[in-house]
């Protein structure tokens, strides 16, 4: 088990000796982001802006228009939010070269609440032209992630949680940008998930299966662009898919799968998230419970949508 | 230095009525913040900056933002005299199909860095450049324009901040500081004086001058330039849409182009006879 953020903080510096183009910003936080890693090695190349967004999202860009790498960081409610238009008119628009991660996405932020609780940020991300969106399962994929990130030329968000989760690739794991994995092989339904909600999914596959009921799992690291040839798959093989994501039901996952499907091979459909509403405080694993954000949820969708298949 | 100022000068009425014939034929765009900052801009593209418009990417050029976007006529006028595209294409201004977009576009106009237009992020920007640039040991300096109106924006004492922390003594703002905005006199809007007090106060080197002498704004972007330590910013005092009577000190002007009655006036006025 291991954090997503401590998984970036330990890529970036790691990738901060190998590329000194890239440049890390944060906005106070960066003990919290784990930027501050990068900053310890690489003191010259670390900007703290202070607890100002919209500056560091414009002053990444201007960065990037000078031939640099940025990666900035602050949690997901700040970045998506109050940066959101400095992402869409001076990073999306002109394509710039920055690497927008955002921590503590999601409920599990805990206690801090629904003020601090990002339940949307990935569809707001989704919906701007030129944005990469990605969303890791786990500590290894985040790495992967991270380096893919640094890759590829042209602007990308990815969102990372605070808590340990559980892993689910192993050592190594190969990420790239757009590719979906199929983690757990079935043919009564599929689980196209993402972030903490693979492993949630392949607990539920697991018992499920002792019930007779094959489910696959099918992880999109990549929500951005979405990988359209395994989600088709997926809704051709087993006719039933339950998306699930630590995030709105409203434009995320279970939305970009949804309109993609839609429009190719209408399929049933349940959509596993949080229902249009805000975020409460809790412990974190509290509040996966009360969203049901849990691999009991996952049980229950998957027994349902299988029956009425029939 | 005499010959220099007047050549500039001489250079400035030109590209006026490049912007008036522009925005004439475009029937589309800002009149007023365009002619109240083309004597800045004249003064960076031929005069200050290093550039080099057969390279536009060239790595040793100084890098310039027009954070006040909506003045793009008067970019364009000055990368078309440049020689960074050709001159017909301003006729295409605000077109389907055309380079030229309403606000600049860094993806589609040769010579445009960063796109601007939704104001108070370009200093962001320019600070950013700033930045890199310096991390890189160049020398190249960062210009970026600024309306007054647009100071009303939180994002760009944000940057003002970060700029002055990060000693940022290759950027320089040029405020224009024209006194209006769409609604009316800035002071009635929201007032944001003093800009100069408010840029000192944040740690910044100022320099007032009058935004329309030529022999004042080299001189204080050789101040600039020489001021180490700080950033600067070049607070120019100006008039909307100088240079034709119709115009000046008018916000009406703000996003109203010259019409056929209004074109040869306007020209007359700038001293234009074709």
Known sequence: ?310 | MKEKIADLEEKARRLRVAIVKTLHKSQSGHTGGSLSAIDMVCALYFHKMRHNPADPAWEGRDRFVLSKGHAAPALYVALAECGYFPAEDLMMLRRLGSHLQGHPDSKGTPGVDVCTGSLGQGLSMANGMALGLKLDGKENRVYAVLGDGELQEGQVWEAAMAAAHYKSDNLCALIDSNGLQIDGDVSKVMNVSSISDKFRAFGWNVIDIDGHDMGQIIAALDQAEAHKGAPTAIVAKTVKGKGVHLFENKASYHGVTPNDDELPEALRCLGCCD
């Open chain 1, 1 to 310: 088990m291991i954090a997503t953020r401590d998984a970036y903080g330990e890529a970036l510096a790691e990738l901060g000796g190998e590329n000194d183009k890239i440049v890390a910003l944060d906005a106070d936080l960066s003990g919290s982001t784990k930027t501050a890693v990068f900053a310890k090695k690489f003191p010259n190349r670390f900007f703290n802006m202070g607890i100002a967004e919209a500056n560091m999202v414009g002053t990444a860009a201007g960065l990037a228009a000078v031939g640099k790498i940025p990666f900035l960081s602050t949690f997901a409610i700040f970045a998506a939010g109050r940066g959101w238009e400095q992402i869409r008119q001076s990073v999306a628009y002109p394509k710039a070269n920055v690497k927008i991660v955002a921590t503590h996405g999601g409920v599990t932020v805990g206690e801090d609440g629904g003020s601090h609780q990002s339940v949307e940020d990935v569809a707001i991300m989704r919906a701007i032209p030129n944005m990469t969106v990605i969303v890791p399962a786990d500590g290894e994929e985040t790495k992967g992630a991270i380096r893919a990130a640094a890759a590829y030329k042209g602007p990308v968000y990815v969102r990372l949680g605070r808590n340990k989760v559980p892993s689910v690739f192993p050592a190594g794991h190969k990420f790239e940008i757009g590719k979906g994995v199929v983690v757990v092989p079935g043919t009564d339904l599929t689980f196209i998930t993402t972030g903490l909600m693979t492993a949630a999914a392949v607990t539920a596959a697991e018992k499920l299966k002792a019930e007779g009921i094959s489910a696959r799992v099918l992880h999109i690291g990549t929500v951005k662009p979405l990988d359209k040839e395994l989600v088709l798959q997926a809704a051709q093989e087993t006719g039933a898919i339950v998306t699930a994501e630590e995030h709105s039901v409203v434009g995320g996952l279970g939305g970009a799968v949804a309109e993609f499907l839609g429009e190719t091979c209408p399929t049933l459909m349940k959509r596993v998230g949080i229902h249009d509403r805000f975020g409460t405080s809790g412990k974190s694993d509290e509040l996966l419970k009360y969203f049901g954000l849990n691999a009991e949820t996952l049980i229950e969708e998957a027994r349902e949508i299988v029956s009425r298949k029939k």
